[in-house]
């Protein structure tokens, strides 16, 4: 007896006379894949056997529904065969897989048949849950359109009246079919209505990022995007013609208003600044009718909730809304970091996975509410998600009562990603099978169809601007493809050359996802450093060390398993790793440095990272920051603080600056490392300190000759204290040192010969605290208790017992001690005005600070100050920029703008000396600067003598008031000339964290978008 499945596919077998292929086969099963290899593609040539049984087949099918009587079919039949036997042509063709030679031919369908043709398609159509209207659909018939600008107007105009001003009509736009040869037309927009999609040059994406390829494409059309850019930014409608060049226009008025994503119980949902279009319009999709492929027929229908909500706006590859919206709902991150476990976690992704979870699925339920509600409320056509499931199930019930089988569906497709609250994701055992007709992919890519094209068509590409009633056609001139290649040599991004990019490499080995979790975080923060790196980002099996060249570090993050293994998608590498040893040899001189994931409750913590680390210096590696830190998962769920550490001398590498935080302990790797920065500082002078009164929070201006030293204004120097010469001698008297001159005897043969004197003044911090006391009780195991508690001068005079010790435990001390680090400060003056190899730096006083405190205290007029240019300069492009600039800034934040003005105030100082005019001169400048009262001095001279010569246009000096006016509210109350000079323009922020992110978020409340993404490469900020 044979099963009821068996009973449901020959019925199947016997209602639908022509199958197309599945792409599974009784060894292989596609059932899981998003699309299938070989599914059914429009745009391709058959035998004209094939033709024939599909055209015939569709000509029953239309009799079985009632379409013709039976002597109706009868004619139609043998008009057909007619037709396909006059219109035979011998063409090339790939028949499974072969390339042949063989007879085709095509029909022309009645217009009766081809509405009947698209509905039964869309019946047919697998992935859609909405098909229960399929006889709903309407057809506009365009098969008399030929050209490529025919196609653009008439889409247009159509899907007007198919829109309905919300009420929306699902209609097919269908336009001729393909021929017996050639690709037929195409629209080259994935839908009529997509978000363009930027690469930044940060590699970041400004809008949607599946429409990154497509948005180049069509810039290279001529199609310039607006300004400034926005992550809302509608691309124009693209069609092709058979042997057409493509044609183009902006979306009009009519249909390219967007529905505001709001929340009527969350009122800073609006503040998300959510978006979508009204409607969806498939247009790279087309249909497959008896054998007749309509290359370019577009069809207009209305959105389910779940595909905006759920999907395009939250999946993490698109808009990725989901963290946002949490914070609407009252996620804060600050309420997690009271816990001691999670006191370093920066974001919500660092939290496990189930603290995320909670509040990524109610993120995801009230987007999703957001979406259907907002839809509702603007008046458009939407269906929600429970609906269209029960609307689904009824009609598939319906159909299996009635004709003995279910319908064919793919449940990828059609279960709401919602899961198992919707009904339609309890329905297993769909049949999977797909009847003719069918809406398939078109087989050629509509751009790389043009590419191939371009040279043989005579006609140029069209821009179609509507005047009035009528359509105005505009030539354009194709952007060539060399002119926005992303090879580093002739990319632009918003207009500007890219800086040829940097390479990091960064491979990870992960047992669960705490290791990837940093990888990925050391991915982003790579890329968000200034300069334009370039990451390379995978998993460690894959690593060939041979493509890692010496001037790109490769950077490591890598668990152990509890036997002390490296993870699965490590083992490889760890297994080649003994004969790479042995072929390399020392001879592989890579930067490296290693990040460990481990747990101290098992007695294998870390020993993948510690084996690694090993093999790195088999092979040659240079280690960057001793080569490896171990992170410790007993101590945090994700070890964030041991990271962060991690990651500042990693920065370090990558980019030069300085920071003010040490590790644990300073071992010999460390003073190495200390020893090749020392060897890019050069010694300046001192000349002067300015205001002679100091006091917590007063700002002092340093002047310091550099020598020959030049710099750019807007950029950095790296300043390094060191320790006076009497703090020197007390510390070498602690220890008992008699010979000052004596050398340091490390114990690594690389480590460079110094002697303690040198040690001590520029190496280790004698006002910093030991990091590691281990060495103490070596010292005095009679376990005599000491006050340990103060600087490593003063923890040293406290020991009288030193002076005995031996020289290793002197070593140990000494490495114990924190090393000297540089701080970063922006110049505060333009050389050509001060005087060449003279340079101004303003210095916060922090009480107890290292440099503005401690050292900066301690010397006087003509003693030397170590310095380093950093090279990165994030202002640069803002000196010679001839567009408006609005600068904001506070405290020691004003020294770039006022390197900048002086910079200004020198050329226009030259030409008057000269008797010329300035040539090429920028716009004034639009300033709002804030500052202490008592340090006003220090920002008057630049100001008015700025003002004086017309470099000014608008400025507000904000004072500290009781009323606590800002200058964030003094950029709010004059938004709209601050909108009207961005337009072109661009913006310098500098300040506080607190207050960059302050005007960030009020700047992008200002342009309804983010800033920092809309302006790209014309917003510039900097954090001190």
């Known amino acids: 007896m ?16 022509v199958l197309a292929s599945t792409g599974c086969t009784p060894q292989f099963c596609q059932a899981g894949r998003l699309i299938h290899s070989d599914e059914p593609r429009v745009g391709e040539t058959r035998p004209l056997e094939v033709v024939k049984q599909e055209a015939l087949g569709f000509l029953w099918q239309l009799r079985q529904e009632g379409v013709y009587t039976a002597d109706q079919y009868t004619a139609r039949h043998v008009e057909v065969l007619k037709a396909l036997e006059e219109s035979e042509v011998i063409e090339p063709m790939l028949v499974d897989g072969v390339k042949t030679i063989g007879k085709t031919a095509t029909w022309t369908q009645t217009p009766e048949e081809l509405i009947h043709g698209i509905r039964l398609a869309w019946k047919n159509s697998r992935k859609c849950i909405m098909r229960s209207h399929y006889k709903e659909l309407e057809l506009c018939d365009l098969r008399h359109i030929t050209s490529s600008v025919g196609m653009v107007k008439a889409v247009i105009e159509e899907a007007i009246k198919a829109f309905n001003k919300g009420q929306i009509r699902p209609t097919v736009f269908a336009f001729p079919p393909r021929s017996t040869s050639g690709t037929g037309p195409m629209f080259l927009s994935k839908q009529l209505l997509n978000f363009a999609g930027y690469r930044q040059g940060d590699g970041s994406i400004l809008g949607d990022p599946s429409n990154v390829e497509l948005t180049q494409d069509i810039i290279e059309l001529g199609w310039a995007p607006p300004e400034p850019r926005s992550q809302w930014d509608l691309l124009p409608i693209v069609a092709m013609a058979e042997n057409d060049a493509p044609a183009w226009a902006d979306v009009p008025a009519e249909l390219r208003d967007l529905v505001d994503i709001r929340h009527p119980r969350f009122e800073n949902f609006q503040k998300l600044g959510l978006k979508w279009y ?5 247009s790279r999709l087309g249909f497959d009718i008896g054998g007749v492929q309509y290359t370019a027929a577009p069809f207009i229908g209305w959105y389910m909730d779940a595909e905006i909500g759920v999907r395009n706006l939250a999946d993490s590859f698109r808009y990725n809304a989901l963290p946002d919206v949490a914070k609407v709902l ?3 991150i600050e309420n997690y970091k009271k816990n001691p476990e999670y006191a370093e976690i920066e974001a919500m992704e660092d939290l496990p996975d189930y603290e995320q979870l909670v509040w990524m699925s109610r993120a995801q339920a009230e987007l999703n509410y957001a979406v259907r509600w907002s839809f509702l409320q603007k008046g458009v056509s939407c269906i929600g998600t429970l609906a269209a499931s029960s609307d689904w199930t009824r009609f598939d019930d319906e159909h299996a009562s009635k004709h003995g089988y279910r319908l064919n569906s793919d449940p990828y497709w059609i279960a709401p990603p919602q899961g198992s609250i919707v009904p339609v994701w309890h329905r297993g055992g769909a049949p999977n099978y797909q009847p003719k007709p069918l809406i398939a992919r078109h087989r050629f890519d509509p751009v790389k169809s043009w590419r191939r094209r371009r040279n043989i068509v005579n006609t140029p590409v069209t821009r179609l601007v509507k005047s009035g009633v009528e359509w105005v056609a505009e030539h354009v001139t194709p952007v060539q493809r060399s002119l926005c290649t992303e090879n580093g040599t002739k990319c632009f991004t918003n207009g500007v050359p890219a800086v040829p990019e940097k390479k990091v490499h960064i491979y990870y080995s992960s047992t669960g996802t705490s290791a990837l979790k940093l990888a990925e975080k050391l991915r982003r923060r790579v890329l968000e450093l200034p300069g334009g790196f370039h990451v390379d980002f995978n998993i460690l099996n894959l690593l060939d060390l041979r493509n890692i060249t010496p001037s790109d570090p490769l950077l490591l993050v890598v668990s152990t398993t509890g036997d002390g293994r490296f993870p699965a998608n490590g083992a490889e590498f760890e297994a080649a790793m003994k004969g790479r040893a042995q072929e390399y040899n020392g001879a592989l001189a890579i930067k490296y ?4 994931v481990g747990d101290s409750a098992y007695p294998t913590f870390n020993a993948a990272s510690v084996k690694l680390h090993e093999f790195m210096k088999a092979v040659g590696g240079i280690p960057i920051a001793k080569g490896l830190t171990k992170g410790n998962t007993a101590v945090e769920a994700l070890p964030m603080k041991a990271f962060n550490r991690w990651w500042t001398f990693v920065k370090d590498c990558l ?4 920071s003010n935080e040490v590790t644990n302990e300073s071992t010999e790797d460390e003073c190495l490392e200390h020893h090749r920065m020392l060897a890019t500082f050069s010694t300046g002078q001192l000349l002067s300190k ?3 009164e100091t006091g917590e929070g007063r700002i002092v201006m340093i002047t310091m000759d550099l020598g020959d030293m030049d710099y750019i204004e807007m950029s950095h120097l790296r300043l390094l204290p060191y320790n006076a010469p009497d703090q020197v001698t007390r510390a070498l008297t602690a220890l008992g040192v008699n010979d000052a001159s004596q050398r340091v005897p490390f114990t690594d043969p690389i480590m460079p010969t110094l002697s303690y004197i040198e040690f001590f003044q520029h190496y280790v911090d004698l006002e910093g605290k030991f990091k590691d006391l281990a060495w103490l009780s070596e010292a005095f195991p009679a376990g005599d208790r000491w006050d340990t508690d103060g600087t490593v001068l003063e923890v040293l005079e406290r020991l009288p017992g030193l002076q005995q010790i031996s020289d290793e435990l ?8 924190p090393l000297l680090r540089p701080r970063s400060f922006s110049v505060a003056s333009s050389a050509k005005y001060i005087g060449r190899g003279l340079v101004e730096i303003m210095v916060r006083l922090h009480k107890g600070g290292r440099f503005s405190d401690k050292f900066l205290s301690a010397i006087n007029h003509g003693d030397s100050i170590k310095y380093a240019p950093v090279n990165i300069v994030p202002g640069q492009d803002l000196i010679s920029s001839d567009k408006h600039l609005i600068a904001i800034c506070t405290g020691t934040g004003f020294a770039p703008v006022r390197s900048l003005l002086q910079q200004k105030i020198h050329v226009i100082k030259e030409a008057e000396s000269r008797g010329m005019e300035v040539l090429f001169q920028s716009p004034p400048m639009s300033l709002f600067v804030g500052f202490k009262v008592h340090d006003e001095a220090l920002f008057e001279d630049t100001l008015s003598t700025a003002q004086r010569y017309g470099l000014i246009d608008m400025l507000y000096r904000v004072p500290s008031n009781k ?19 961005i337009k072109e323009g661009s913006i310098y922020v500098c300040g506080a964290k607190a207050m960059v992110n302050d005007i960030a978020g009020k700047l992008s409340d200002m342009i309804g978008g983010d800033v920092r993404q809309n302006l790209g490469r014309r917003y510039v900020e900097e954090i001190f």
Do not use: W
């Not at 440095?593 to 460990?596: L, P, V």
């Not at 070593?811 to 114990?816: D, E, H, N, P, V």
């Not at 009323?963 to 000079?981: A, G, P």
């Open 593 to 596: 440095c290693i990040f460990g």
């Open 2 to 17: 044979e099963s009821t499945p068996v009973c449901e596919f020959q019925t199947i077998v016997k209602n639908n006379p």
């Open 690 to 692: 300015a205001p002679a």
């Open 655 to 658: 980019t030069g600056e300085g």
């Open 963 to 981: 009323q606590k006016r800002r200058v964030q509210h003094y950029v709010e109350d004059n938004k709209d000339s601050i909108l009207t000079k």
């Open 330 to 332: 009252g996620f804060d």
């Open 810 to 817: 002197r070593m140990k001390a000494c490495l114990a001690m």
């Open 278 to 282: 009204q409607f969806p319009a498939l």
